[in-house]
């Protein structure tokens, strides 16, 4: 990637999220999408497990995730899942959505994981939002498809920031 302004090539400064380049010493951030996700790129070795292309480097709420830019898919590691979560709901200013209810057919897809390639556990997930989340007890990762974490951050609650 090159710098927006000079032209010389950016680095990426990986624990701000953001790029900055060394000759002309301008910064570059990344504009984030709907579901708050800031995708940086550089492709990983794991793959989509529902597209099957590399995920790249992405980050939600200064916590570094994989994303998919096909179909927006979110890998996130469960150590930082819940901080960012909480983070997310604290400051979303977004109206409420009333979660719809789950699709039983989202219960009975099998994927696989990422990293180890084995079978993914799929159940309801136990916080708001009302989804289907997938996850790999080995690996220690959730996937979240495309607008579950909207749904996650816009479900209804005292812990979500109120603008009044």
Same mark, same amino acid.
């Given at each position: 990637?090159?710098?927006?302004?000079?032209?010389?090539?950016?680095?990426?400064?990986?624990?701000?999220?953001?790029?900055?380049?060394?000759?002309?010493?301008?910064?570059?951030?990344?504009?984030?999408?709907?579901?708050?996700?800031?995708?940086?790129?550089?492709?990983?070795?794991?793959?989509?497990?529902?597209?099957?292309?590399?995920?790249?480097?992405?980050?939600?709420?200064?916590?570094?995730?994989?994303?998919?830019?096909?179909?927006?898919?979110?890998?996130?590691?469960?150590?930082?899942?819940?901080?960012?979560?909480?983070?997310?709901?604290?400051?979303?200013?977004? /109206?409420?959505?009333?979660?719809?209810?789950? %699709?039983?057919?989202? *219960?009975? @897809?099998? =994927?696989?994981? &990422?990293?180890?390639? +084995?079978?993914?556990?799929?159940?309801?997930?136990?916080?708001?939002?009302?989804?289907?989340?997938?996850?790999? /007890?080995?690996?220690?990762?959730?996937?979240? %498809?495309?607008?579950? *974490?909207? @749904?996650? =951050?816009?479900? &209804?609650?005292?812990? +979500?920031?109120?603008?009044?």
């Amino acid at each position: 990637m090159n710098c927006p302004n000079c032209g010389a090539p950016i680095r990426l400064v990986e624990r701000l999220g953001y790029f900055t380049c060394d000759y002309c010493a301008s910064t570059y951030f990344p504009t984030e999408n709907q579901d708050g996700v800031r995708v940086l790129g550089g492709k990983s070795s794991a793959n989509c497990p529902l597209c099957r292309i590399p995920l790249v480097t992405a980050m939600v709420a200064g916590t570094r995730v994989l994303a998919c830019e096909r179909c927006r898919g979110l890998l996130i590691h469960q150590g930082g899942f819940l901080t960012t979560i909480r983070a997310l709901r604290a400051w979303s200013s977004a /109206p409420s959505l009333q979660p719809r209810p789950i %699709d039983t057919e989202d *219960l009975q @897809r099998a =994927i696989d994981c &990422p990293y180890c390639q +084995r079978r993914m556990d799929t159940h309801p997930y136990a916080g708001p939002g009302n989804i289907v989340i997938d996850n790999c /007890p080995e690996c220690g990762v959730n996937w979240l %498809d495309y607008n579950e *974490l909207t @749904r996650i =951050i816009r479900a &209804p609650g005292i812990d +979500r920031r109120r603008w009044e």
